[in-house]
């Protein structure tokens, strides 16, 4: 970064303007650890333990605060930007800011028909579809997924009869798209929940559109849900990054593996697909949780063989995603990862 040197200064005019970063640090400061508190009130993934209105005070006090600023320098900008983005960012773990959102969406799609905005592109949404397909065929059939590459299965040329009795599941399903390209897929029982009120009823209003009428869509928090049923398929694309992205986002991260453990039948996977993780730490992420469960159990069961079975295994992951590489490792911005429920 380069820097820029400045004229000197009065030294009266200087110990002014540094008293006073002094005291815009400790108003700034002050005011964060009152927004910080405020957020740590909202539990679990959009309940409240306190009145909802708390929340919406933390999230307007942020956006909308007027935090002093010291005299400016390349320093104290670049250092106001991190804590911007840092900000940003658990916005985007918080129910309100996802209300807010599905509410400008949802206006934009009664005003203009617009679908609104498509994680990842259209393209990895289609991809992941298409990927699931085959895998839920080869799946059907007791075989193993292709490990080799995203080719498709030669059973996936023989119809979609192979799909009719997978139940589907969408967690955090914002405008339902990839529901509807699951549906085009061949998948007949599919459901999207979201926590969001504005999310389903964008989510009904596009599948209605869109010639999708069948797909169900319910109000419904992945990390203390009301669903009392268990589905071969479960979804999640974005979802657990946003989890992830909450203050509160290491153990909302542990409420979502549990959550998610008891929706997914047995013999079923869960389909993640992530722009904050690699494969290999959401496989190792898997692995945490299952030592953690496995040792949960052990500590209950009389019989310590009841609680030896890790409630999930890697199965396959998309391969065909572009590449890159940084600091001598290969990566990729999109990963798309299934695991098998035992």
């Not at 559109?209 to 009392?228: S, Y």
Request: glycine share 8%; with cysteine; aromatic share 8%.
């Amino acid at each position: 970064m380069a820097g820029i040197r400045l004229a000197p200064e009065d030294p009266e005019l200087s110990s002014q303007q540094s008293r006073g970063a002094v005291v815009s640090d400790l108003i700034s400061d002050d005011e964060r650890s009152v927004a910080a508190d405020s957020w740590s009130i909202k539990s679990e993934y959009g309940s409240t333990l306190d009145d909802d209105q708390r929340q919406t005070d933390a999230a307007d006090a942020l956006s909308a605060a007027n935090f002093p600023r010291a005299p400016s320098s390349d320093y104290s900008s670049d250092k106001e930007e991190v804590e911007a983005e840092e900000a940003a960012q658990s916005m985007l773990g918080l129910q309100s800011y996802w209300d807010s959102a599905y509410a400008d969406e949802l206006t934009n799609f009664r005003e203009h028909g617009h679908a609104g905005e498509v994680w990842f592109g259209a393209d990895v949404m289609e991809l992941v579809a298409s990927w699931t397909k085959g895998l839920c065929i080869d799946i059907s059939h007791g075989q193993l997924p292709n490990h080799v590459d995203d080719t498709k299965s030669e059973l996936v040329d023989q119809g979609d009869k192979y799909l009719s009795t997978w139940s589907v599941l969408d967690i955090g399903t914002g405008n339902g798209l990839l529901l509807q390209e699951l549906a085009k897929q061949g998948f007949s029982h599919l459901t999207g929940t979201d926590y969001s009120e504005g999310a389903v009823q964008l989510a009904r209003s596009l599948a209605d559109r869109d010639g999708f009428a069948n797909i169900n869509f319910l109000v419904d928090d992945v990390l203390e849900t009301k669903l009392e049923r268990q589905f071969q398929l479960v979804t999640d694309k974005g979802t657990l990054d946003a989890i992830g992205l909450h203050p509160d986002g290491p153990v909302k991260r542990m409420m979502y593996w549990d959550s998610v453990s008891r929706l997914v039948a047995s013999g079923g996977i869960l389909v993640i697909t992530s722009c904050n993780s690699t494969k290999d730490e959401l496989v190792q992420e898997v692995e945490s949780f299952n030592q953690r469960r496995v040792g949960m159990s052990q500590e209950h069961e009389k019989d310590e063989e009841a609680g030896r079975d890790p409630p999930f295994r890697y199965l396959s992951h998309i391969r065909s995603y572009p590449t890159f590489m940084f600091g001598g490792s290969v990566g990729s911005r999109v990963a798309t990862v299934a695991f098998v429920r035992s």
